[in-house]
């Protein structure tokens, strides 16, 4: 079945360093693919989205290329902050698929955390 | 205005007991989720209603029912809670064809 992989964290950086967070995806379809964050204490909210491959998705400094040939779409932000630190997940929906039900898969979740 | 919001935020329970969780959505989406996030943060879902009709039904016990009384809400009923039923619930709530869904802020259980 479709899965998402992202990489192990916590993710631990100083304040205005470069973030790249990893994501592979398996799909048997043409996933949409989305990066979502989770403050501490609260629910997820959509950073951004890629719906084709090559589609590069970006909000508030963060980006994200759908790669269809390495089946990847790794997270980056060129000067992180420190309210940036919080959970970041992954996530595929195949809506072109047999099932087209809209659900998300998600990775396990990545732990960022900025120091000043 | 909270475009998907769910009560309540905290439950703390005996094992044994039967609860609730409501949610609705006020962004006029005719598909509505039930998401489940353990200890370690890591998300399945549970259950998607379109338009009132159940489309998903992951493997989740049966003490686990959802109930869709229109498209605007989706309420989770659980029966004879248990230990491992203690996570975090997310309502979530989507457009049919657009893959994006919107959450609400979660609601902590805990059984005791």
């Known amino acids: 079945g479709d899965s998402v992989t992202q990489m192990e964290g916590p993710v631990t950086l100083s304040e205005e360093a470069f973030l790249t967070i990893n994501c592979t995806y398996t799909?048997?379809?043409?996933?949409?693919l989305f990066w979502y964050v989770q403050y501490p204490g609260e629910g997820l909210q959509l950073l951004l989205k890629?719906?084709?491959?090559?589609d590069k998705g970006s909000n508030k400094g963060f980006e994200a290329t759908y790669r269809k040939e390495t089946t990847s779409f790794h997270l980056e932000k060129g000067s992180v902050q420190v309210s940036d630190s919080a959970v970041y997940f992954c996530?595929?929906?195949?809506?072109?698929?047999?099932?087209?039900?809209?659900?998300?898969?998600f990775g396990q979740g990545t732990t960022l955390q900025v120091k000043p | 205005d909270t475009a998907v919001s769910q009560t309540p935020k905290y439950l703390v329970t005996q094992m044994g007991n039967d609860k609730s969780i409501k949610c609705e959505q006020n962004?006029?989406?005719?598909?509505m989720y039930w998401y489940k996030q353990d200890s370690k943060k890591f998300l399945k879902i549970m259950f998607s209603?379109?338009?009132?009709?159940?489309?998903i039904n992951e493997t989740v016990p049966n003490r686990f029912s959802p109930k869709s009384p229109d498209k605007a809400h989706l309420n989770l009923h659980i029966n004879s809670l248990e230990l491992g039923d203690s996570a975090v619930y997310f309502c979530?709530?989507?457009?049919?064809?657009?893959?994006?869904?919107?959450f609400g802020q979660g609601t902590r259980l805990t059984v005791v």
């Open positions: 209603y379109n338009n009132k009709e159940l489309i």
């Open positions: 799909a048997t379809g043409y996933p949409s």
């Open positions: 890629a719906t084709k491959a090559d």
């Open positions: 962004l006029g989406h005719d598909t």
């Open positions: 996530a595929l929906s195949d809506l072109a698929g047999s099932s087209n039900t809209g659900k998300l898969i």
């Open positions: 979530a709530s989507s457009q049919e064809g657009r893959g994006e869904a919107f």
